[in-house]
T-cell receptor, first 113, second 115 residues
């Protein structure tokens, strides 16, 4: 199974500021998908953003953007203009060719008002 | 967007009894569904993959006789926890693969407490 590493258990950000969450992964495959999921206190998993490995352009979704470095096997998430509703646990995930998702340990994001 | 309905959202059962959790894809056909287990403040651990019309494949260390999975139709997968024990208490989440999108839709989860 692929390994996904999130090295930041917790991150705190001031409202309206920017925070970046790190994620690295280990794989020998050349084509795969990467995801960031948000899990708020309700525990509903919500897709934040996804990236296809063969696409060089970094994915963006409104205030969320990624920095995908394929050679370095790095996939960080940047949250701009942080809002109180962004407070949640964020999981980085890797999709292999067998369609299974491997999740990182998660990063808890706290937003300070 | 695609929705996966998971029921019940929480259940309390007595030790030794069985509990069934259902996941339905409401507006799309899910040929593949995944079942996860999550402990508080931890990540999701894949338990098994269910494919419509075939036997589920279980991850290493998951007891297939304890966690029975059935995927009898393209819109319904069920997880039955048999002879439940307190250590089975956890949060269980299903997800369905969306073939067109290349992504996944998750159910809202089931909190199981075995007393």
């Amino acid at each position: 199974a692929q390994t996904v590493t999130q090295s930041q258990p917790e991150m705190s950000v001031q409202e309206a500021e920017t925070v970046t969450l790190s994620c690295t992964y280990d794989t020998s495959e050349s084509d795969y998908y990467l995801f960031w999921y948000k899990q708020p206190p309700s525990r509903q998993m919500i897709l934040v953003i996804r990236q296809e490995a063969y696409k060089q352009q970094n994915a963006t979704e409104n205030r969320f953007s990624v920095n995908f470095q394929k050679a370095a096997k790095s996939f960080s998430l940047k949250i701009s203009d942080s809002q109180l509703g962004d407070a949640a646990m964020y999981f980085c995930a890797y999709r292999a060719n067998d369609y299974k998702l491997s999740f990182g340990a998660g990063t808890t994001v706290t937003v300070r008002a | 967007g695609a929705v996966v309905s998971q029921h019940p959202s929480w259940v309390i059962c007595k030790s030794g009894t069985s509990v069934k959790i259902e996941c339905r894809s409401l507006d799309f056909q899910a040929t593949t569904m995944f079942w996860y287990r999550q402990f508080p403040k931890q990540s999701l651990m894949l338990m098994a993959t269910s494919n419509e019309g075939s036997k589920a494949t279980y991850e290493q260390g998951v007891e297939k006789d304890k966690f029975l999975i059935n995927h009898a139709s393209l819109t319904l997968s069920t997880l039955t926890v048999t002879s439940a024990h307190p250590e089975d208490s956890s949060f269980y989440i299903c997800s369905a693969r969306e073939e067109d999108f290349g992504g996944y839709t998750f159910g809202s989860g089931t909190r199981l407490t075995v007393v």
